[in-house]
């Protein structure tokens, strides 16, 4: 149990276009997800905290105009990166926190991976 | 706020010899210690965890970690280990008070070699 899926693995996109990234918790309920974005050979840059229902919590430095978090469902948050330019290539990471747990342990999806042209 | 200190970026080691991961972390509250494998393009897969209880946690593949409070490490240790080892490993912590976001080290590459 405990499985977190991202969609797209791999993306490319032109320049100025808009990315959808979905994030599914498929046998558990997720109040909260968790987006993070990886630079190569670094950690994890915590970006968004989402929570069903509400507006996604930013972290300092992170556009939300720019980096826009929908959690609507228990199961489903999806990060948009608008306009895309080069710079936010990166590979993108989700993670679920699961509701009728209290471990503090996440579950992450497998990333995806934004080349912007 | 908690902090995470993964001292070695990269650790070479040959197959089949023991392996020792470093971790410290600082915080003023109690907290929730893991371990993640990141294997390249992929995401991250929980080895092991310390919630509560015994101090010495064994987890997937042969890994185990030990809490020291005192010492306020979590090191990572392996006996032998394989080639498939090979991955990016990071040290994290969450605070017990909930919300569960995880802070974590600037990972460890081990490289295992033949």
């Known amino acids: 149990g405990a499985v977190v899926s991202q969609h797209p693995s791999w993306v490319i996109c032109k320049s100025g276009t808009s990315v959808k990234i979905e994030c599914r918790s498929l046998?558990?309920?997720?109040?909260?997800m968790f987006w993070y974005r990886q630079f190569p050979k670094q950690s994890l840059m915590l970006m968004a905290t989402?929570?069903?229902?509400?507006?996604?919590?930013?972290e300092q430095g992170v556009e939300k105009d720019k980096f826009l978090i929908n959690h609507a469902s228990l199961t489903l948050s999806t990060l948009t990166v608008t306009s895309a330019h080069p710079e936010d290539s990166s590979f993108y990471i989700c993670?679920?926190?699961?509701?009728?747990?209290?471990?503090?342990?996440?579950?992450f999806g497998e990333g995806s991976r934004l080349t912007v042209l | 706020a908690q902090s995470v200190t993964q001292l070695d970026s990269q650790v070479p080691v040959f197959e089949e010899a023991p392996v020792e991961l470093r971790c410290n972390y600082s915080?003023?509250?109690?907290?929730?210690l893991f371990w993640y494998v990141q294997y390249p393009n992929q995401g991250l897969q929980l080895l092991l965890k310390?919630?509560?209880?015994?101090?010495l946690v064994k987890g997937i593949n042969g890994f185990e970690a030990e809490f020291n409070k005192s010492q306020t490490s979590f090191h990572l240790r392996k006996p032998s280990v394989h080639i498939s080892d090979t991955a990016e490993y990071f040290c994290?912590?969450?605070?017990?008070?909930?919300?569960?976001?995880?802070?974590f080290g600037t990972g460890t590459q081990l490289k295992v070699e033949l």
């Open positions: 993670s679920a926190r699961n509701a009728g747990l209290n471990t503090g342990e996440l579950f």
């Open positions: 046998d558990f309920q997720a109040t909260t």
């Open positions: 989402s929570n069903e229902g509400s507006k996604a919590t930013y």
């Open positions: 915080s003023s509250v109690s907290v929730y």
């Open positions: 310390y919630l509560s209880g015994s101090t």
């Open positions: 994290a912590v969450s605070d017990q008070g909930g919300g569960n976001k995880l802070t």
